[in-house]
Every structure is written in C-alpha cells, then in structure tokens.
C-alpha cells in the first residue's frame, strides 16, 4: 500500500510541475516584439495628454493614416523619452520580453493587442501609450505575425499578416527538445519513486524486525 502511494505521488509531481515549468519557460524565451512608446509625465495633466493623442491618432487612422505612422509621428512629436522619440517611440526590433526597463511598459508591450494603440499605462517614468505593429511566437495572436499598410479601397484598418519565419522553425524545434525533456522527467521520476518505494519497504521490514 505505501509503495504504490509513493509511486503514484511522484508520478503526479513530475507529471505537472516539470511540463507547467518548461511550458512557461519555452513562451517566454521564444514571444519577440517590436513595440513603440508614447510616454508624457506622471501626471494628472499627463494621463490626459496620453488620452488626447490617442484620440488623435484613432482619428486619424479612421481618416486612411497608417496607424504605425501616425503613432510615430506623434512620438516624435510629444514623446518625453529623449531615447526613443526619434525613432518613432520604436522600442526595439524583436526584442524578448524583460528587456524594457519598465516592467509595467514591458507587460504592455507584450499584452498589448496587435496592431492597437493601448493606454495610458502607468510606469515609474511616467504615462505611455503602447503600439505593438509586430510579434512573433505569441499564441493570442492566432499566427498573425505583424501589420502593414492596406492598399485596397476603401480604407478597412491595417492588413494583418500571417507568415513562415524562421522563428516558427526555431519554435517546432524546441517543441520536440521540450517533448524530449518531459519524457525524461517522467522517465527520471518513474526510477525515482520506484527506488524511493523500495527503500520504503525496507525500512518497514527492518522496523518491523526489530520489533
């Protein structure tokens, strides 16, 4: 009875914990993004200034404007992050999720829905609006990889495009090395409890001897 619930405890342990572990591990090392920031003062008057430009700049999308360069414009333009305003608030070019200083800009960066101006957020450096035109390896964006201009008329929003990447490649291969991994856990834990189960029983007989 005690070794088959030894067995049966290790074998749920390293069933779960081991594949959560290294499925949470294998998104985060793969997800890239190329996200841009607005960022105004922290602020009253600066949450509102985040609300007003990105109000201009759905207006203006609405309009047939690009939302990336409308974005970048008002970047540019209203941006208090001397690093970034120039490029257009452009954070990196896909960049792993941890690299933003912030954590707050950089769960929204990665969160954010694609090809949607979000915000304000708020962070230690102040009030941001967040455009994530491109990401890669993220399953909420349902293979979509990144946004471009639509050259159809009439004006119907961004076109939002699927592709192969090299990243994808790089994706199915760790699968396997992850599928590899697992089965070396449970391997691993099967030897584990089975020994663990042993001893178990000798130590019961030993105890049982002696008295």
């Excluded at 990336?68 to 608030?89: H, I, L, N, P």
């Excluded at 990401?135 to 939002?160: H, L, M, T």
Aim: proline share 4%.
């Amino acid at each position: 009875m005690r070794r088959a619930a030894v067995l049966a405890l290790c074998a749920r342990a390293c069933a779960l914990d081991p594949l959560t572990r290294i499925r949470k591990d294998f998104l985060a090392l793969t997800v890239r993004a190329s996200p841009r920031h607005l960022m105004r003062p922290r602020t009253e008057k600066g949450r509102l200034e985040c609300a007003a430009i990105m109000k201009d700049i759905r207006n203006q999308t609405n309009n047939g404007v690009f939302v990336v360069d409308a974005f970048a414009a008002a970047a540019r333009s209203y941006s208090d992050d001397a690093e970034t305003a120039a490029d257009g608030g452009e954070l990196g070019k896909l960049i792993n999720q941890g690299v933003i200083r912030s954590r707050e800009l950089d769960r929204a960066c990665f969160t954010a829905t694609l090809g949607e101006v979000e915000g304000p957020v708020e962070s230690e450096y102040g009030w941001h609006l967040v455009l994530t035109p491109e990401r890669i390896n993220c399953f909420k964006d349902n293979g979509y990889v990144r946004i471009e201009p639509q050259v159809d008329a009439p004006w119907s929003g961004p076109r939002y495009v699927k592709e192969e990447n090299s990243e994808a490649s790089m994706q199915n291969e760790a699968l396997v090395k992850t599928a590899q991994t697992a089965l070396f856990w449970l391997l691993s834990c099967g030897f584990i409890a089975e020994a663990a189960a042993v001893a178990g029983n000798y130590v019961e007989a030993a105890t049982q001897g002696v008295t």
